[in-house]
């Protein structure tokens, strides 16, 4: 079965500080990767995407793979309470465009 | 400006009833998805369309029905035969072609709450 985990959190984070997002997939052929916010109330906005293997930067945003171990994860340098969130992973692991959906991890910053 | 629309943004529905949930796109994409999600859970595919007059299954098809008459639109009807709807109905829609990544494109959504 094809499945993405996150854990659910909350994870806190204090303001300033690096956020840590982590994301695990079951699909080792699965070829892209897509971190999206959700804040409550409203609908997914996409953060960032990645396709190959190492780091991809984005302003405060940091996006990991590491198609080896299977994981994705999201680190968000300089944390500001506007963060706060929950952050959902999505996996592409077939060529017909459908995602397959965490659970999300909400993250809360303090101030 | 380009982009998803759904409507009404909140619906009511009373027992035995049927309603239908709106969902438009300007962005000339080819495939649109609707999508079901529960509170403190992730998004759980109810139908999808890679092109018009067509349209599959996704894990939760039981009780909901779609139409893709028009590439721009894509309704998303919950029948009576859905025993518990209350959720948010999110709707997206994505073209790799025009796009040049398979992410997925999102509208508002629309709370459906069962009274």
């Known amino acids: 079965q094809k499945e993405v985990e996150q854990n659910s959190g909350p994870l806190s984070v204090p303001e300033g500080a690096i956020a840590s997002l982590n994301c695990t997939y079951s699909d080792r052929g699965s070829q892209s990767f897509f971190w999206y916010r959700q804040y409550s109330g409203k609908s997914p906005e996409l953060i960032m995407f990645i396709y190959s293997n190492g780091d991809k930067e984005d302003g405060r945003f940091t996006a990991q793979l590491n198609k080896a171990s299977q994981y994705v994860s999201l680190l968000i340098r300089d944390s500001q309470p506007s963060d706060s969130a929950t952050y959902l992973c999505a996996v592409n692991m077939d060529s017909n465009y459908q995602l397959i959906w965490g659970a999300g991890t909400k993250l809360i910053i303090k101030p | ?115």
């Open chain 2, 1 to 115: 400006d380009g982009g998803i629309t759904q409507s009404p943004k909140y619906l009511f529905r009373k027992e035995g009833q049927n309603v239908t949930l709106s969902c438009e796109q300007n962005l000339n994409h080819d495939a649109m998805y609707w999508y079901r999600q529960d509170p403190g859970q992730g998004l759980r595919l109810i139908y999808y369309s890679q092109i018009v007059n067509d349209f599959q299954k996704g894990d939760i098809a039981e009780g909901y029905s779609v139409s893709r008459e028009k590439k721009e639109s894509f309704p998303l009807t919950v029948t009576s035969a859905q025993k518990n709807p209350t959720a948010f109905y999110l709707c997206a829609s994505t073209d790799p072609g025009t796009s040049g990544s398979d992410e997925q494109f999102f509208g508002p959504g629309t709370r459906l709450t069962v009274l």
